[in-house]
């Protein structure tokens, strides 16, 4: 089976193995050139990054490599305010109370920093600039593409593969309902996002588009790998695999609750931000379903969930963190660099074609 595939040469990597981009301090500058070092796409999440800090961190990925590689931003729209926030914290009280926190009475306030952060991608010439929840702008598309600069959307269904293409991106992430962390649909309608099996999904939207197909969702080996590519998938994403990575920015706790977890131990919820993602069944989630708590909308249910998040994270308590996770848990390895990662999946799908 040849692993050379065409987003090898459309990213001009060795490998075709894209490190998802996880927000939320997973994806150091470390962890990307570790990546891109290794031969794969490193990819930088800087989705709640602000511009200041997404220039900054991309700088100190250039420091460390020459290699290509990736930035993630939310392209999404988001409610300003939510008339039920007041509400929801009253109901959320209990828990601040375990953790020993005063709720804070400042008012959540939303900002938007993706167009700004575009503007930085462009300046700072990033090879290849991804997208969450949508499809950067026509001029968005022109602009990247007159520099040089590639673009590839996350997706979850045909419809978003066929409409990410006609706006011009050179690739598509094809996210299946697998998948750690938030859902990369376009629309979410009364709390859900598409959550197809990665093995219906893939061959659907290869059939449908005719830019390059990246598979994620419970990929974790080089038998993904293989599997990916026997159904049309030019290449893999992988986030829960480098969760344990050492360059990882992974909480020590976090990682502790990923080792004991299973392939039942997840769920899609909106318990942390407003928007479905498959995170580890936790009391948070609990908590707000068995006190039918519906979440406030993305992004107040975030920000106003956050200090609880990072109380928890301070003190060492997992019941309340976002510990968001795929379905290939028992898969995942501990104590392995990115490089060792990104070989192990090589040798095991040159294996695994060989045995075929």
Request: proline share 4%; hydrophobic share 40%.
């Amino acid at each position: 089976m040849n692993l050379q595939t065409e987003i090898c040469s459309l990213f001009e990597i060795d490998y075709p193995i894209v490190q998802a981009g996880m927000a939320g301090g997973i994806t150091t500058p470390e962890l990307v050139a570790a990546v891109s070092e290794a031969g794969g796409l490193g990819t930088l999440g800087a989705g709640y990054l602000t511009p200041e800090v997404t220039r900054n961190a991309i700088r100190e990925i250039r420091s460390c490599t020459d290699c290509p590689f990736a930035v993630n931003l939310f392209k999404v729209d988001m409610q300003q305010e939510d008339q039920r926030t007041a509400s929801v914290q009253q109901r959320l009280l209990p828990i601040y109370e375990e953790l020993d926190i005063t709720p804070s009475t400042q008012k959540l306030v939303v900002t938007d920093n993706y167009e700004e952060q575009f503007d930085i991608l462009i300046e700072e010439r990033v090879p290849v600039i991804s997208t969450t929840f949508g499809v950067p702008t026509d001029d968005q598309v022109k602009r990247a593409h007159h520099h040089g600069i590639k673009l590839m959307t996350m997706v979850t269904t045909v419809k978003e593969a066929v409409q990410a293409e006609k706006a011009g991106v050179d690739a598509v992430v094809a996210q299946g309902g697998e998948a750690g962390g938030h859902r990369g649909t376009f629309e979410v309608k009364n709390g859900r996002g598409a959550a197809i099996g990665t093995f219906a999904l893939i061959p659907q939207v290869v059939d449908h588009v005719s830019i390059p197909v990246i598979a994620a969702g419970g990929i974790m080996d080089g038998r993904g790998l293989v599997a990916a590519r026997a159904l049309g998938a030019e290449g893999i994403q992988l986030g829960t695999r480098f969760l344990n990575a050492v360059e990882s920015g992974t909480d020590p706790v976090y990682k502790k609750a990923l080792h004991e977890s299973d392939e039942e131990s997840t769920e899609l919820t909106t318990a942390f931000s407003g928007r479905p993602a498959r995170a580890i069944r936790n009391r948070f989630v609990d908590f707000l379903q068995s006190n039918r708590i519906e979440p406030l909308s993305y992004p107040i249910q975030n920000l106003l969930t956050k200090e609880i998040r990072a109380a928890a994270k301070q003190q060492g308590k997992p019941e309340y963190m976002s510990l968001w996770s795929g379905q290939g848990n028992r898969l995942i390895k501990d104590g392995q660099t990115a490089e060792e990662i990104i070989k192990k999946i090589i040798t095991e799908a040159e294996k695994t074609s060989g045995i075929l």
